[in-house]
């Protein structure tokens, strides 16, 4: 009777063991990296220019992940829509759409008229891939005349993985 007691309590004790181990598994969780990225600059009227970006970015997680959403950012442009300096167009603006209406109207806005939003969406990454992506108007220069050339690139700029859905 001893025996089979003791039997029971390390066979439950044993258990319990399992379990806390197979509890405090380490989750797998996605991780993705920028391998490469490139800024060019594109001239989009005849005193206006903008900043796009292309580049690749793989899956170094232990999952697959899903609704990447890629951005680029300048990080001393300023907010302001001024000639002669590299500025950003952001959703956060005080101007109307009347406003952007009126900008692209005099000026032009490059490929997508009133598209002021500069992050790209990749629906799926497969652990251990790479896939493409490719983003516009990151950042913006008017010249104050038509046979002026735009200021240099920023040299602040950076592509940043927004956010991303871990696929189950």
Same mark, same amino acid.
């Given at each position: 009777m001893k025996s089979r007691s003791r039997f029971l309590l390390l066979t439950i004790c044993l258990s319990m063991v399992v379990l806390c181990l197979i509890s405090c598994e380490k989750k797998k969780e996605g991780k993705l990296e920028v391998m490469e990225h490139s800024f060019t600059l594109r001239q989009f009227s005849d005193n206006g220019w903008a900043i796009d970006a292309t580049g690749k970015i793989r899956n170094v997680g232990d999952v697959d992940v899903k609704r990447v959403a890629v951005t680029g950012r300048c990080l001393n442009c300023v907010d302001v829509w001024v000639p002669g300096k590299w500025f950003v167009a952001t959703e956060q603006e005080d101007i109307t759409v009347t406003d952007k209406e009126a900008v692209v109207k005099s000026i032009g806005s490059g490929e997508e008229a009133l598209h002021? @939003?500069?992050? @790209? #969406?990749? #629906?799926?990454?497969?652990?251990?891939?790479?896939? @493409?992506?490719s983003l516009k108007e990151i950042a913006y220069f008017y010249t104050p005349s038509v046979d002026s050339e735009p200021d240099p690139m920023p040299d602040s700029l950076e592509i940043e993985i927004k956010s991303f859905e871990v696929v189950d």
């Open positions: 002021f @939003d500069q992050v @790209d #969406s990749i #629906s799926y990454i497969a652990t251990g891939n790479e896939e @493409d992506f």
